[in-house]
C-alpha cells in the first residue's frame, strides 16, 4: 500500500531492552522524522533525515538511534529501553522543505 | 528552546461559530514554513493548512485560515462555521532551512452543539 506505516502499532518492553521502531515510506520523500508525543509536551522531534545516510539530532535524541540506508526506510532504535521513553512514537516525511510532512499511525510504546 | 508557542488553554467553541487558534513562532531564518496540524481523539495527525515566509497573501484551505502577521511572528489559524468534528488537538509547526519540523504544544478544541 502506498503511503507511510510505522510497525509495530503496539510494544510492550521491559527496561533495558534494545527495542526498534520501523518506519517505511512509498513515496520516495527525501525528509523523514521521529517525534515522540506526551501529554503536555505535543511532538518532539527526535531525530530527522534530510536524504538516505543524512542524519540529525532533534531536540531530544539521548537513547535513541538512527539510521537511514535506504531512502524508504527510517528505523528509529531505543539502545537500553527506560520508563521515561513510554510514549506514542511518530514517523513523518515529506518530499519538500515547503510541503506538508506525512504521518505514520503513531506507535505507543510502554516501558515496564 | 521553544520555537512554536501555543499557550491558550482548552477552548469550548459552539457549533457554526468561528474559532481562532493563537500561534506564535522565533526564528531568524528569513526562510521558512508554517503549518497547521490536526490530530483527532483517533491519533492520526492530519495536514490542515500551510504558510510559507514569503507568501504575499494569507492561506486559505476551505474552512481554515491562516492569519499571517510576520512582524509578529504569529500565524493564527481561524476555523470558520465549526463542526463537531473540529473538536481535536491542534497543532501549529514551523519547518527552517535547517529541515527540522518543530511543533507546538498544542491547542484543544471542543465544539458544543
Known amino acids: 500500500d502506498a503511503g507511510i506505516t510505522q510497525s509495530p502499532r503496539y510494544k510492550i518492553t521491559e527496561t533495558g531492552r534494545q527495542v526498534t521502531l520501523m518506519c517505511h515510506q512509498t513515496w520516495s520523500h527525501s525528509y523523514m522524522f521521529w517525534y515522540r508525543q506526551d501529554l503536555g509536551h505535543g511532538l518532539r522531534l527526535i531525530y530527522y533525515s534530510a536524504a538516505a545516510d543524512i542524519t540529525d539530532k532533534g531536540e531530544v535524541p539521548d537513547g535513541y538511534v538512527v539510521s537511514r540506508s535506504k531512502t524508504e526506510n527510517f528505523p528509529l532504535t531505543l539502545e537500553s529501553a527506560t520508563r521515561s521513553q513510554t510514549s506514542v512514537y511518530f514517523c513523518a516525511s515529506s518530499a519538500r522543505q515547503n510541503t506538508e510532512a506525512f504521518f505514520g499511525q503513531g506507535t505507543r510504546l510502554t516501558v515496564v | 528552546a521553544q520555537k512554536i508557542t501555543q499557550t491558550q488553554p482548552g477552548m469550548f467553541v459552539q457549533e457554526k461559530e468561528a474559532v481562532t487558534l493563537d500561534c506564535t513562532y522565533d526564528?531568524?531564518?528569513?526562510?521558512?514554513?508554517l503549518f497547521w496540524y490536526k490530530q483527532p481523539s483517533s491519533g492520526e495527525m492530519i495536514f490542515l493548512i500551510y504558510q510559507g515566509s514569503y507568501d504575499q497573501q494569507n492561506a486559505t484551505e476551505g474552512r481554515y485560515s491562516l492569519n499571517f502577521q510576520k512582524a509578529r511572528k504569529s500565524a493564527n489559524l481561524v476555523i470558520s462555521a465549526s463542526q463537531l468534528g473540529d473538536s481535536a488537538m491542534y497543532f501549529c509547526a514551523m519547518r527552517e532551512a535547517a529541515n527540522r519540523l518543530a511543533f507546538g504544544k498544542g491547542n484543544q478544541v471542543v465544539v458544543i452543539p
Open positions: 526564528t531568524s531564518d528569513p526562510s521558512y514554513g
